[in-house]
């Protein structure tokens, strides 16, 4: 852990009701060790009261805190100074795109709350219920149905905001709901078959990788929907997803 | 069911093209795109071009003498690399959209520019030593 401060100046994307947006200057020092979120807090705490930005748990388990840093979707609580930036340079801190802006750098993420539910994504499930990875099966352990385990996805927007298809296309369902979809499965559900092969489902996806670039739960969202496609097609031709 | 809006972003619709801070897929995605646009807008061209044989000899002759020009014969090499990217990243796409070499997208990429570059060369000093 480094003692010595850095200088740092942080560029922090502003907007109030139907204010015009801005960037305001706030220069701290920081131990470069720390994240991008203490400084954040720091800023609020020491300089500008009125600054509005969302987190919660500070250890990138609740989701909150996504925003991008230097223009890459991140979890600031768990996203160094040190590797955003140098002593004397500047870090710029936008909110999250592709949602509306609440104010500043919250922004409001009920739609894709509201799409995990419709596509019936649990937060919490059986352990064996969570394919490890596109294509492989769960593995059975003996203690099926005893042992629960948080969902790997933390709902935290990132994927969405990085996704240039949800940035043209408000409609697309976006790679954090259809992961959500694979994890509940379309063999069951009939509405959400139709909702995965839909327009605005799994062929609308252009095979830009970026939502599992920033994934910071490495859920590799391509790779669901990827695998989501083969279950469409099997479905289609044979009745069930495989 | 929630509402579901479906309207293209054209507000900001050269945020379609930024790739700034993004990585290889999105850079392979927008280049995708543009070379998609220079194929469809070349066809039109190539169409336009194909109908002066409807005003005669003179006409498409006039045509073939511009053809030669260099910075005409440039254009067709720009026209052959975006086909080769084009059609080469399809393949990649294609591959990858059904769960194939998922992991490799960036290695597959780096493979797709390398033939597309070196077709490129070899179709430039082709077409320029003609």
């Given at each position: 852990m480094s003692t010595s401060k850095w200088d740092v100046t942080f560029l922090v994307y502003r907007k109030k009701g139907q204010g015009t947006p801005h960037y305001d200057e706030f220069t701290i020092k920081v131990n470069?060790?720390?994240y991008v979120l203490d400084a954040i807090e720091r800023i609020w705490a020491y300089q500008d009261r009125s600054l509005v930005f969302a987190h919660a748990c500070h250890h990138s388990t609740c989701g909150a805190c996504g925003m991008r840093v230097n223009g890459v979707e991140k979890l600031t609580c768990i996203t160094l100074i040190r590797d955003v930036t140098a002593d004397g340079g500047k870090v710029k801190v936008d909110p999250l795109r592709n949602f509306p802006i609440i104010s500043d750098l919250t922004v409001d993420m009920g739609v894709l709350y509201t799409r995990m539910d419709e596509v019936g994504h649990r937060p919490v499930l059986p352990l064996s219920e969570e394919p490890a990875e596109p294509g492989v099966k769960p593995v059975k352990i003996a203690a099926e149905g005893d042992i629960i385990r948080l969902a790997?996805?933390?709902?935290?927007g990132l994927c969405i905001s990085a996704c240039p298809i949800a940035n043209t296309t408000s409609g697309y369902l976006g790679p954090a709901v259809l992961a959500g979809a694979l994890q509940h499965g379309l063999d069951s559900d009939q509405h959400l078959f139709s909702l995965v092969e839909g327009e605005n489902g799994v062929w609308r996806c252009h095979s830009a990788f970026e939502c599992t670039e920033v994934c910071p739960s490495y859920v590799e969202p391509a790779g669901k929907i990827m695998e989501l496609r083969k279950q469409v097609i099997w479905k289609r031709i044979f009745g069930i997803a495989k | 069911m929630s509402e579901r809006e479906n309207k293209?972003?054209?507000?900001?619709?050269f945020m379609w093209f930024d790739v700034r801070h993004r990585d290889i897929g999105d850079w392979a995605f927008v280049l995708h795109r543009l070379t998609a646009l220079g194929l469809v807008l070349y066809l039109g061209m190539h169409l336009i071009v194909l109908g002066t044989l409807t005003l005669g000899p003179d006409a498409f002759n006039s045509f073939i003498d511009l053809a030669h020009n260099p910075l005409f014969i440039f254009g067709e090499l720009l026209v052959v690399a975006a086909a080769l990217y084009h059609g080469l990243n399809g393949l990649r796409v294609g591959l990858t959209s059904f769960g194939v070499a998922i992991p490799y997208q960036k290695q597959l990429w780096y493979v797709v520019m390398a033939i597309a570059v070196i077709g490129s060369i070899i179709f430039a000093i082709s077409m320029f030593t003609a």
């Open positions: 470069p060790d720390e790997d996805c933390i709902e935290c | 293209p972003n054209t507000s900001n619709w």
